[in-house]
Every structure is written in C-alpha cells, then in structure tokens.
C-alpha cells in the first residue's frame, strides 16, 4: 500500500502542492479538472485522496489516511486526541475572530453582561473563547454564510475566519476581537508513525524542509 496524504480540495490542496514539489513530488492529476478522489503522484509510494476539510482529521485519526493536512480551526472543532501535529505549514493563513455589526456595541453589551447571541461554525472555539472571558453567550449553529447572521437578527455576533477583511466589509460588519491566529498542520496517523516509520517519516521531513 502506498503512502497516503489526504487533502481537501481549494486552498489547502493548492498550498500544499508547491511543499510537495519542492521535494520534486508532483499529483499527477488536477482536482479540478477530474472527478477522481484518489490521486496518483509521480512516486509509486505515496497517493493523495480528497476529502472535506473537516473530514480530514478523521480520515487521519482512523487510518484511512497516514497523513493529512487540516487547519487549525479543524483539528480544535474535531477534537485534537490522537493525532500526532509534527509541523505548522504555515499555509491557508487567518484568523479567528468575532465580528458584530457596525451599528452593535459589543463592548458596552460585555460590560453590562448582556447574553449575546453568537452563531458561528466553530462552536467549540467560540465556546472557550467566552468562556475564558467570562462572557455569556448564546451559541447558534451554523455552516455557511456566518456574515448574514447579524444581518438577519439571527445573531448579535459571529465567530468566523478573517483574512482580508473584505467579506465582513461588503457586509457592514466590524471585526471586534481578534482570538486566534490559524494556519493548517501537517497531522500523522499515531499507528502509522510506528508501523510505518520510515516513509512516514521521510515524508515528515520532506515537509519539515520545504517550511523551514
Ligand atoms: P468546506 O468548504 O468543505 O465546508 P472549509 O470552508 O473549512 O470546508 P476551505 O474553505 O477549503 O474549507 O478552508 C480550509 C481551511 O483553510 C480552513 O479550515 C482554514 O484553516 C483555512 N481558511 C479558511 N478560510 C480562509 C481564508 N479566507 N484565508 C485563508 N485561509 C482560510
Ligand atoms: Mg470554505
């Protein structure tokens, strides 16, 4: 069986590929263009498969795959036990942040201990992030589309992912607090690490090379 690196599609797959190329391993097939999931390389031993990115982590955790790379935000949602996270990429970089309407005066609202609505897709980092500030929330579910949340009345806030800023801006909503800063790891198989150490690991350091 060869090696295999799961992906999602989008941003991590296109961030990756120069990491791989610069061990000179190229994905013989171009995601999309192709309906393929599972995609050959030009080594025999190592294979790409293509999952959601938020499926990668339990594609890595239950060896359907040895390795993969996730997000940050992912590996906290998904829970981090169990998987080995040797390296940050330093690849598909932002962050975390909450965000409110323009005319909504968050600051006054945590100061008079309001309970603020807050709906968001990572509801594990929004919950210890107000938690950590004291700040009672209600948490409202979502998996898209955060920014039309307060637009709505859905919610007085959001948690999302912020790079440029320009999403929220179209959207008339402010970034009121920064929470973290994200970028995706490269996350291993603990099983495979031992049974498989040497292409394992050679494939680590393929990584660890191209970052440094
Ligand atoms: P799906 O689209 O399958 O629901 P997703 O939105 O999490 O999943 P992507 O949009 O490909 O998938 O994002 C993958 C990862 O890239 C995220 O987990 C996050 O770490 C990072 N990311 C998300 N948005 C941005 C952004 N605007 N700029 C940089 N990195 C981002
Ligand atoms: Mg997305």
New binding site residues.
């Given amino acids: 069986m060869p090696i295999t690196l799961a992906l999602?599609?989008?941003?991590?797959f296109d961030d990756t590929l120069p990491l791989l190329a610069s061990a000179g391993i190229t994905v013989l097939d171009d995601p999309e263009k192709s309906r393929k999931l599972i995609l050959a390389t030009n080594r025999p031993d190592l294979r790409v498969v293509l999952v959601?990115?938020?499926d990668v982590p339990t594609y890595v955790q239950y060896g359907g795959a040895d390795l993969g790379v996730?997000?940050?935000?992912?590996l906290i949602e998904h829970g981090e036990d169990g998987l080995y996270q040797p390296l940050d990429l330093k690849i598909?970089?932002?962050r975390m942040s909450v965000a409110v309407r323009a005319d909504f005066d968050y600051a006054s609202a945590v100061r008079q201990g309001s309970r603020i609505r807050v709906a968001t897709k990572y509801t594990q980092i929004a919950r210890q992030h107000f938690a950590d500030k004291g700040v009672h929330v209600d948490l409202i579910k979502l998996?898209?589309s955060m920014e039309l949340a307060p637009l709505t009345g859905l919610a007085d806030a959001i948690v999302d992912?912020?790079?440029?800023g320009s999403t929220l801006k179209a959207n008339n909503l402010v970034e009121v607090e920064h929470i973290m800063d994200?970028?995706?790891r490269l996350v291993v198989n603990q099983a495979a690490l031992k049974l498989r150490r040497e292409p394992v690991r050679a494939l680590i350091d393929v990584f660890a090379k191209a970052v440094s």
Avoid: F
Wanted: proline content about 0%; aromatic content about 4%.
């Fill in positions: 999602s599609k989008g941003r991590i959601r990115a938020s996730a997000g940050k935000d992912v598909a970089r932002c998996y898209g992912l912020v790079s440029t994200i970028s995706s």
